[in-house]
């Protein structure tokens, strides 16, 4: 019995240095950070993916960290890839609104937004732009709500799956416009955007990361921004928001955060966290963002237990406007 019992205690005392060991080392120098973004390559989350694993190789010391786009079901194939990873800091999520959202619209979503994930801090705010394929006959919001209610059922919106910010934002436009779109889902915006520009979809709603290149190069129409006040960037100051053309308390931002899988040992998250905060607060990152109309988080948001708190209550705040607008995805 007594060797048993000693047996089993060296294995608990051998398990738990381990764990320790681990942590002190993380990063260890031969092992690669992996932030999965669950969206295609090319599209607003990847951005700031690339941004922020560019910001925070420094303060891991040197680590490398990589993105890798594991694309679909409107970002929760992403997340379950992250939710069933190994929980020892090498394998991270940024996601969006997404984390809110698909409690409510994915009807059997593999795993729990609460409870299968650590929450290592928020990012950044993103406003969203409403913008149109380059033959859209509408140069400004008024002519463009003139040509939706011409055309209605004849109209194509492009978005990145159900569940994405994207959808999201076409199924407020369509609520607060009383129609309705073909949705056309992609693996993400980025894709999106190729067809807009080519004029095989007319229209989408998508974050100013993703969209400001494109506006500023005229390649696509913009229409209005989607936040409570109008942008300071270049691009987008002359851009109504919504409500001033008419869509009163329609207002989407789109908030990015950091996640790791359930169980992964506090060190590691503080040390991950510690390296976030490091990375928000690089000069060159705060001017990629703010070049591209997002902003940086600075507020209390940073820290995981508010983090968690923040996406609890955007749970809580989406559940009924999702619900109202009887859309889901299985
Ligand atoms: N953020 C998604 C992407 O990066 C787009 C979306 O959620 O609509 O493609």
Redesign the pocket.
Known sequence: MTKTIKSAVSLVVLAAASLGAHAADFPARDKVITIV?P??AG????RVARDLAEAMRKPLGGATVVVDNAAGAG?SIGANKVARAAPDGYTLLLH?V?MATMPTLVRNIPFKVESDFEYLGMINDVPMTLIGKPALPASNYRELAGWVNQNKGKINLG??GVG????LCGLLFQTALKTDMTAVPYK???PAMTDLIGGQIDLMC??TT?TTSQIEARKVKAYAVTTAKRLSTAALKDLPTLQEAGLKDFQVT?WHGLYAPKGTPADVQKKLNDAMKVALRDPEFIKKQEGLGAVVVTDKRMEPAEHKKFVQSEIAKWSPIIKAAGVYAD
């Open positions: 973004v969206f295609a599209g607003p989350t990847d970002g969006h997404g978005n990145a994405s910010a994207s959808h993400g915006t980025g998508d974050q993703n789109i």
